[in-house]
C-alpha cells in the first residue's frame, strides 16, 4: 500500500469522489472528538450522495445519544458490515491503526484507508494521511474540510457534532491545545443556531448515580507525591462492581486529580475486564505525558496521554 502525507484536502476530496461505500470508525472508548468527527463526516457523505457506514468497537456512550444521527452508529456485534463491499475505509482520530481495538482486522482488508488525526505520534497507517497536530481536534479538521470541499455543506447537525467534538477534546476550551483559530469556528459553528448550553448539559450534567459512587470511592485512593507535583488515583474492577458502574462512567474521574492546587501532573490506574492496567496521564502543561506514555508504548498529546500495561 502506498502512502501519502499531505498538507491540503486535494487527495482525500478526489476519493471522495471517485467511490461510494465508505466505512468510517475511530478509537476504542470513544470520545466526543471520535464520535462528533464521526458523524460530521457521516452527514457530509450523505450529503455527496454516498453511502457511508460507521462501525465502532464500542456501543455509543450514552452521554452522546442526543447527537444527529446517533442511531446511526453501529458497533461490531451488530455485524452489519460485509468489508468485500468497502470501497474506501476512514479512520478519525486513531493515532494508528490499533486504536481502532476489534474493528482493526476489517479495515486491514479495505484497499483504500484515509487516516485523519491530530495526535503527534500519528505513524501515518493510511493510504492517504492527513494529521495536523497543531489543532485541537479533529473536530478542528472536518470543519476545514468542509470549507475546502464546499461551506455550504455546513448545517446545524454538522456543526452540532463538531461543537460536540471541540468541546470534549479542549475541556470546555481551558486545554492548552485552544487556539484563536478553535473560537473562531466554534463562533462560526454557533450560527448555524446550535445551542452550546443544551450540548453542555448533555455532556457534563448527566451524572448517574453509580458514576458518583464511583468517583466518591476513587477520591477515596487519592495520593500526592511529597512536592504536591503528581496526583494519582485508583479504579479497580472491585470498585466498578461495587457501586455498579461501567467503564463509561469512569471518563472525566481523572481531570478531578488535575484540580489539586500546584498539582502538574495527575495519573489514574484503571484495572481493565482483562485484568491489565490502564494508565491515563494529564498535564497541566509543563510537563509533556505524550512523551512519557510513549515510554510505555502508548502516546495521546502533551497535556493527555495513556498507556496500557499487562
Known sequence: RKIKIMN?????????????????????????????????????????????????????????????????VHYLEDNCINPKSIDVG???????????????????????????????????????????????????????????????LLDDKISTCLYTAIITDT????????SSKTFKIASDLTSFGIKPYLIANNIYNRNTYSGLKLLGEALLTLEMDDSNYVSWLTITRKMLNDTNANDEEIEGIIDIATTLNNVEISILFRE??????????RS????????????????GHPNAAGCLCS
Not at 50 to 69: A, E, H, M, T
Not at 93 to 110: A, E, H
Open 8 to 72: 491540503n484536502f486535494d487527495e482525500i476530496t478526489k476519493v471522495l469522489q471517485k467511490n461510494n461505500n465508505f466505512l468510517i470508525t475511530s478509537h476504542a472508548n470513544l470520545d466526543g472528538d471520535g464520535i462528533g468527527s464521526e458523524l460530521a463526516f457521516y452527514f457530509i457523505l450523505k450529503k455527496l450522495n454516498k453511502n457511508p457506514i460507521i462501525l465502532n468497537q464500542d456501543r455509543l456512550p450514552k452521554i452522546y445519544d442526543f447527537l444527529p444521527g446517533s442511531d446511526k
Open 90 to 152: 476512514i479512520v478519525l482520530d486513531c493515532s494508528n491503526v490499533k486504536r481502532t481495538g476489534k474493528t482493526c482486522g476489517i479495515f486491514k482488508n479495505i484497499k483504500t484507508i484515509i487516516n485523519i488525526d491530530h495526535h503527534k505520534s500519528n505513524e501515518n497507517f493510511g493510504g492517504l494521511n492527513y494529521v495536523d497536530s497543531s489543532v485541537s481536534s479533529v473536530g478542528e479538521i472536518i470543519y476545514e474540510f468542509i470549507n475546502f470541499i464546499d461551506s455550504d
Open 171 to 178: 475541556g470546555s476550551f481551558r486545554h492548552s491545545n485552544v
Open 272 to 281: 481493565t475486564k482483562d485484568n491489565k492496567i490502564k494508565i491515563s496521564f
Open 284 to 299: 497541566k502543561g509543563n510537563f509533556d505525558v505524550n512523551k512519557f506514555a510513549g515510554k510505555f508504548k502508548g502516546g
